[in-house]
């Protein structure tokens, strides 16, 4: 081979290989943590998103899924999001209600993610988290499931037509309490992984839970009785230190965000048909509904969201409490 053709391809091999190595150099990589283990059914939205941005970000942005809370405890995961030692977060929302108390509005809504995001609900928790948390929010996942509370045995009824709790102890967190007292109900705090043994040891008489997963725990070898209607409903939320979100290309953020809206509404279509299922599972097992109506169920829904109102009210304010009501309340 002549010099010069030998030169030509040493010089296109070369060329070759920088193109290569800057596409690769290129390419981020962000960590990835859920809130919750990664086998549970709330993660399920999660793995698809990964997935497609994978898909779409080659040579661009890959997610990686480093693991839940045996990786970095739940109550420290958020601070981490913060300072940059996780990049992006899937999971609860609530604990961060000690840095950020507006975090609660998702628990307190009753609209959808595509509601939510539509009225500017989902900006205004941004820009919030933006400045108090070094945080960029990316969707809310929470919102095709809701709460109900269960019951071992068959509730006291008022005379109005409502349940009388008096005496009850009831699984729940610290948010549930106001709820419960107006019911005449004792609120005891009980971590998920124990739920199932303390129902069983008769610790609790009922518990404070979402609309999946009792079958899936067994806890409908216990419970009997569910009251309806539902109130509430899940904070998820997906969370990127913001630092590393403007460190990105604009081409990467692009696919996140567009991925990230996405599976917020596939999230919310998952668990409506979940929770349908679920219910499907405990009828057949023999679960019997207590059904308010009317005035009673008014008064019932009023305490249930009009608790969580007041407990944000108490840490952010009227004004600001006023304002995000207004957003994520119908």
């Known amino acids: ?44 939205p999660l ?11 080659k040579g661009i942005v890959q997610l990686k899924y480093i693991g839940g809370p045996e990786v970095t405890p739940v109550p420290e995961q958020f601070r981490a999001v913060s300072t940059g030692i996780i990049d992006l977060h899937y999971g609860p929302n609530q604990y961060l209600q000690g840095q950020i108390p507006e975090s609660q ?44 509370i269960y019951l071992k045995d068959k509730p006291k009824r008022t005379a109005s037509g409502g349940v009388d709790l008096s005496g ?11 709820f419960f007292d107006s019911l005449g109900a004792v609120t005891r705090t009980v971590q998920v992984a124990e739920v199932y043994t303390s129902l069983k040891r008769g610790n609790v008489d009922g518990i404070g839970w979402v609309t999946l997963a009792v079958t899936a725990l067994s806890l409908d070898e216990f419970l009997k009785y569910r009251i309806y209607p539902t109130y509430w409903q899940g904070d ?17 953020r692009k ?7 996405r599976a917020e509404a596939a999230a919310h279509a998952f668990f409506v048909e979940e929770a349908k299922k679920e219910t499907a599972k405990l009828v057949k097992a023999g679960m019997k509904d207590i059904v308010l109506e009317g005035a009673a169920a008014k ?8 608790s969580r109102w007041a407990e944000i009210a108490a ?8 304002k995000l009501r207004g957003l994520f309340l119908k």
Not at 47 to 57: A, L, P, Q, Y
Not at 128 to 133: E, L, V, W
Not at 168 to 178: A, E, Q, S, V
Not at 236 to 252: C, F, H, Q, V, Y
Request: hydrophobic letters at 45%; proline letters at 1%.
């Open 255 to 261: 696919i996140i965000e567009e991925e990230a809206i």
């Open 105 to 148: 509005a998702f628990n307190a809504s009753n609209r959808s993610a595509k509601d939510l995001r539509a009225a500017g609900a989902l900006a205004e928790i941004d820009s919030i988290y933006n400045a108090k948390g070094n945080m960029r929010f990316l969707g809310y996942f929470g919102s095709g499931y809701q709460f109900l």
């Open 168 to 178: 009850l102890k009831l699984r729940g967190t610290g948010t549930y309490k106001d």
């Open 47 to 57: 793995w698809n998103f990964i997935d497609r941005v994978n898909e779409r970000g």
């Open 236 to 252: 998820l939320g997906m969370t990127i230190n913001l630092d590393r979100w403007k460190s990105l290309s604009g081409e990467a």
């Open 299 to 306: 008064a019932y829904l009023d305490s249930a969201y009009g």
């Open 315 to 322: 840490k952010v304010g009227d004004d600001t409490a006023g």
């Open 1 to 44: 081979m002549a010099f010069g053709k030998v030169a030509t391809v040493l010089a296109a091999t070369a060329i070759a290989a920088f193109m290569g190595s800057a596409s690769a150099a290129k390419e981020v990589t962000l960590k990835v943590v859920t809130g919750t283990p990664k086998n549970l059914i709330w993660n399920r």
